[in-house]
């Protein structure tokens, strides 16, 4: 299906549909170099990047031969779009997404209270038209001219690239 030498993969969907497990399986399975758009975002303290830096980073990742990269901003994602060979679109619902920010639970320092605003925040994923919405991801999703794929349960994730 997708050959690895030229595996420039982005994977876009809400907070807590399962990015991150899934690019960490492609990573390990295809022997890819994994990226993170919200370390690229944010600093490790927890302050925002700079937007055009964070763009320049992401460019910079995205120049190189191959790579597999997740996030929720759409407006970093589309940098890397231009040179990504595979779009995959986590369009799970919001009882999927909520219960994996649940089962995921506290990380990278965030407290109960950060936890609470992220999940407020992905809850709003349907109603926000910002490019970090579903709104946002469908227009990428449908502006996207190589291959791409919507995955909308667990079940199509586990099918995609088995556990």
Known sequence: MLHPLTARWIVIGNS?????TLVERLG???HLPVYDLD???WYPDGRKRDESDAKARVAEIA?????VMEGVYGWLAEVA????TLLIWLDLSWDECRNGLLARG?????TLN???ELLAWAEDYWVRTTSSSVTGHERLYRAFMGDKARLRTRDDVTAFVPP
Do not use: C, E, N, Y
């Not at 807590?16 to 991150?20: A, D, E």
């Not at 120049?63 to 790579?67: K, L, R, S």
């Open 16 to 20: 807590g549909s399962g990015k991150s």
């Open 28 to 30: 390990k399975a295809r």
């Open 39 to 41: 370390l690229v975002h």
């Open 63 to 67: 120049a190189t031969d191959t790579w």
């Open 81 to 84: 779009l231009v040179r990504a």
């Open 106 to 110: 506290l990380r990278r320092g965030m």
């Open 114 to 116: 950060d936890q609470k």
